[in-house]
């Protein structure tokens, strides 16, 4: 959706009500009794593989996910495989939608969760539960590892699908993926912020939330010298375009 995320210490994860933990593979137990205690709050959780496995001096847990974590989410270790070097091979379905995963192979089985995907070959991938105030869900491989090795053409939709299922509306969705928006407010008024990483510049369509105002028509704050009049809006190869929202 164009939408770059931020990355978040667990010490500061209370200023938010969604996460998602790629390759998690190890926490603490204080890590680990914090993150349930924001679940239970009534944060939303989506974790790929191997939560925890790796718990404080780096002891794997004989219950996976470890250190409680398991009652977070609803679920246990069925089987695991370690496999970053044959991780291509590894496919599932997230509600009958085809998604590519990489990395690990956590099959689980349900302790009071709701399966919601399989792997080609039939076990458990993902599993959705309730936890107190919160919901969590924990999908048995790594889709981020897919989406980066295609450099974002794998797995699109399937994240786009996570933002729906947590309840996520996007604060600007971009009809042009190459991109990345950022909103930033200050003192001085709202900006949206265009990243064209490409060496060619890109076009897109804007999409703002509700409560996010509209473009302003004129000249945008950067690059100087740079316009829009509505419809689909230009971004220089390897630059950022401002443009002030109203």
Request: negative net charge.
């Amino acid at each position: 959706n164009g939408v770059q995320p931020d990355w978040v210490h667990i010490d500061d994860i209370d200023a938010y009500d969604r996460l998602y933990f790629p390759y998690p593979i190890m926490f603490t137990a204080k890590q680990a009794e914090r993150l349930a205690a924001w679940v239970e709050k009534g944060g939303t959780l989506i974790a790929e593989a191997c939560p925890g496995y790796f718990g404080d001096r780096g002891h794997v847990g004989q219950v996976q996910p470890n250190m409680g974590l398991d009652k977070v989410f609803g679920a246990r270790e069925d089987q695991v495989e370690f496999m970053p070097d044959i991780g291509d091979r590894i496919h599932f379905k997230l509600d009958g939608a085809a998604v590519d995963g990489g990395g690990f192979l956590q099959s689980y089985v349900l302790t009071g969760g709701t399966a919601h995907g399989n792997f080609n070959d039939g076990r458990l991938a993902v599993v959705e539960n309730g936890y107190g105030k919160g919901r969590t869900l924990l999908i048995g491989t790594n889709p981020s590892v897919a989406y980066y090795k295609s450099q974002g053409k794998a797995n699109g939709a399937f994240f786009a699908e996570l933002l729906r299922w947590s309840g996520c509306t996007p604060h600007a969705a971009l009809s042009n993926r190459a991109l990345f928006a950022r909103i930033h407010r200050s003192e001085k008024g709202s900006f949206l912020w265009l990243v064209n990483p490409t060496r060619s510049a890109q076009a897109t369509e804007v999409t703002l939330a509700e409560g996010h105002g509209r473009l302003a028509a004129g000249q945008a704050v950067w690059p100087v010298g740079n316009a829009q009049d509505g419809g689909k809006i230009e971004v220089p190869a390897r630059d950022v375009l401002i443009l002030r929202l109203e």
